[in-house]
Nanobody, 117 residues
C-alpha cells in the first residue's frame, strides 16, 4: 500500500497550490479520502474529506471557500486545490485513506506547504 503526496512548496500569501495524492496497493474507489495537516508540536487536523464515490465533501471551517478536495477514481488520485493561501496554512499536509468496515487506514508521508512572503 502506498500513498504518495506531491505538489507542496513555497508560495506567497494569497497564492495557490494543488496537492495530489497517488494511491496504489488497495481498491481506491472503496475508500473515503482526506487531507490532514500538522504543525510541529500540534495535533494532526482534518482539513477536507471526500467520500468513496465522490458524492460528498466536508471541510474544516478554517479552509471553507478556499480549498477544494476532489478525486479521480480512474487515476487512483485525490487532489486538493488550495487558493487564497494564508501564512497560517503553513504545515505538513498528509493524505489519508479510510475504509470504515472492516477498518483499514493508510497514511502518506506528507508534503510541506509553506506560505510566506
Amino acid at each position: 500500500v502506498q500513498l504518495v503526496e506531491s505538489g507542496g512548496g513555497l508560495v506567497q500569501p494569497g497564492g495557490s497550490l494543488r496537492l495530489s495524492c497517488a494511491a496504489s496497493g488497495f481498491t481506491f474507489s472503496r475508500y473515503d479520502m482526506s487531507w490532514h495537516r500538522q504543525a510541529p508540536g500540534k495535533e494532526r487536523e482534518l482539513v477536507a474529506v471526500i467520500t468513496s464515490a465522490g458524492g460528498s465533501t466536508n471541510y474544516a471551517d478554517s479552509v471553507k471557500g478556499r480549498f477544494t478536495i476532489s478525486r479521480d477514481n480512474a487515476k487512483n488520485t485525490v487532489y486538493m486545490q488550495m487558493n487564497g493561501l494564508k501564512t497560517e496554512d503553513t504545515d505538513v499536509y498528509y493524505c489519508n485513506a479510510l475504509k470504515k468496515w472492516p477498518k483499514e487506514d493508510y497514511w502518506g508521508q506528507g508534503t510541506q506547504v509553506t506560505v510566506s512572503s
